[in-house]
């Protein structure tokens, strides 16, 4: 029997998780959004139910699981209320705007025993995948870079703290960091793990929302990452030459890997690869894994782990851990000090 499932949240990541959704073979019932008119537009689309009120879609009893498609700031009340109603959780990132909510998800998550995962999607790239798979071979780790610049321009920026949610910091919760660096991020943490403290510097656009930010992450093991995320109207940047340059870095005593991933809306047609230099036999190899489209690859995990009954990944304690580490990132910018991140407390 397929997994029954509501959308909250109707604008333009929804598409994605419906695309998802269908490769899953799931049954989307209904779709909910406070704009009637996309609602009622997804729906047609999907020929299934609409409201203009999520609690009415968390009332259905036939939906077994959600997608939590709005806005960031929102997405706490929501998640708590599916929760409550009983429905295991997919949340787009970033899971919320604030530790405080982050912590508290982490307890109703605990409380409800429900599956809920949160959409750092490029966590299922082959590539990345395939990264993890190489990062023995580089032994000690020494060092690494984690870069996100994306491009935007200073048009763009303008309208910094107005009606556009995404770049209004109390809706969003931030700037680039927050939007483009939390995914690097996650993966940062999905390659080597939880860094303890962290050195920062942010760029603000006239004083509203960061657009330019640069951190030193003092790692468990004892080595240092470099992250710097920027939104910069620089269009040549990046390996393709598209203003998208998006990539890790890391060294070791036995070798160097670099990981490139690809413009989020093109996962079906970019082509995410590794390089990797070998210590032991002076070797270079250049990755290319099949192309998948992550989004597909994340719903259909989030699907399985719902219809095996088992934990998904990544969980609301990663959710919980890269909003630490924005956090972290943002007070030691304020204060211009090292700062160290808060840990779950299992």
Same mark, same amino acid.
């Given at each position: ?9 109707? @604008? ?7 695309? !998802?959704?269908?490769?899953?073979? $799931?049954? *989307?019932?209904? #779709? ?8 009622? /537009? ?30 960031? %700031? ?9 929760? $409550?109603?009983?429905?295991? #959780? ?10 405080? =909510? ?17 959409? %750092? ?17 580089? !032994? ?22 107005? =009606? ?9 919760? @931030? ?24 050195? $920062? ?9 960061? %657009? ?23 269009? /040549? ?10 990539? *890790? ?5 036995? @070798? ?23 210590? =032991? =036999?002076?070797?270079? %190899? ?52 090292? #700062? ?7």
């Amino acid at each position: 029997m397929s997994v029954r499932v509501g959308i909250i949240g109707c @604008g333009g990541i929804s598409h994605f998780h419906v695309r !998802g959704y269908k490769e899953a073979g $799931a049954e *989307i019932v209904c #779709v909910a959004d406070s704009n009637k008119d996309r609602a009622r /537009n997804l729906s047609r689309e999907l020929n299934c139910e609409w409201t203009t009120d999520y609690r009415k879609l968390l009332e259905n009893s036939r939906i077994e699981c959600v997608s939590i498609c709005t806005p960031n %700031y929102l997405h706490r009340e929501q998640a708590e209320a599916a929760l $409550a109603a009983e429905k295991h #959780v997919l949340c787009e990132k970033t899971m919320t705007t604030t530790l405080e =909510d982050a912590a508290a998800l982490v307890e109703a998550v605990r409380r409800s025993r429900l599956i809920f995962q949160v959409g %750092y999607m490029k966590r299922f790239v082959p590539a990345v995948q395939k990264a993890k798979e190489l990062l023995p071979r580089l !032994g000690k780790l020494l060092s690494g870079v984690v870069r996100v610049h994306h491009p935007m321009s200073r048009d763009g920026l303008e309208s910094a703290g107005g =009606d556009f949610w995404l770049l209004n910091p109390s809706k969003g919760g @931030g700037g680039v960091l927050v939007h483009s660096g939390s995914h690097m991020l996650d993966l940062m943490r999905f390659l080597v793990g939880d860094p303890v403290a962290v050195d $920062a510097r942010t760029h603000f656009y006239k004083g509203i929302i960061d %657009y330019y930010d640069t951190a030193y992450f003092q790692m468990t093991d004892g080595f240092t990452m470099f992250f710097e995320s920027g939104w910069l109207d620089l269009p /040549n940047l990046g390996v393709r030459h598209n203003g998208w340059d998006e990539r *890790i870095e890391l060294t070791g005593e036995d @070798g160097r890997l670099e990981l490139f991933t690809m413009w989020w809306t093109r996962p079906d047609i970019e082509e995410p690869f590794v390089r990797f230099y070998c210590a =032991d =036999d002076r070797t270079f %190899y250049e990755y290319h894994p099949e192309i998948k489209d992550c989004f597909v690859e994340e719903v259909k995990a989030f699907v399985d782990a719902v219809k095996e009954g088992r934990p998904a990944s990544p969980d609301v304690c990663d959710g919980f851990m890269v909003q630490a580490m924005i956090d972290a990132i943002y007070k030691s910018g304020a204060e211009g000090r090292r #700062v160290e991140i808060e840990r779950l407390q299992l």
